[in-house]
């Protein structure tokens, strides 16, 4: 069974930085196509970024020229630098495949975008 276990968020202020990281345990790793989500409260679940297996990579509108994804796959980490942080990017962040079937979702990292 996959764990992922995200890490990296926090509270920052509009404009400011962070880089989340998540961890998958188990085997092919670096075949996956993984993406980061978000879920803000009272909102559905949303693909932020994603990278393939060969780091093609593809954002949200929102996101794009702020945010960048990256991997490792000797680590079987995924990361998300986060810069231009605004208030509207405040939401538990997650790290997932993103063709089903997905694996069993991690804790999430909350990042906290305020003055």
């Known amino acids: 069974q996959v764990q992922l276990v995200e890490s990296g968020g926090g509270l920052v202020q509009p404009g400011g930085s962070l880089r989340l990281s998540c961890a998958a345990s188990g085997s092919m790793f670096d075949i996956r196509t993984m993406g980061w989500y978000r879920q803000a409260p009272g909102k559905q679940r949303e693909l932020v970024a994603r990278?393939?297996?060969?780091?093609?990579?593809d954002y949200l509108d929102s996101v794009k020229g702020r945010f960048t994804i990256s991997r490792d796959n000797a680590k079987n980490t995924v990361y998300l630098q986060m810069n231009s942080l605004k208030p509207e990017d405040t939401a538990v962040y997650y790290c997932?495949?993103?063709?089903?079937?997905?694996?069993?979702w991690g804790q999430g990292t909350q990042v906290t975008v305020s003055s």
């Open positions: 997932n495949k993103v063709v089903a079937p997905i694996w069993p």
């Open positions: 990278i393939s297996s060969y780091s093609s990579t």
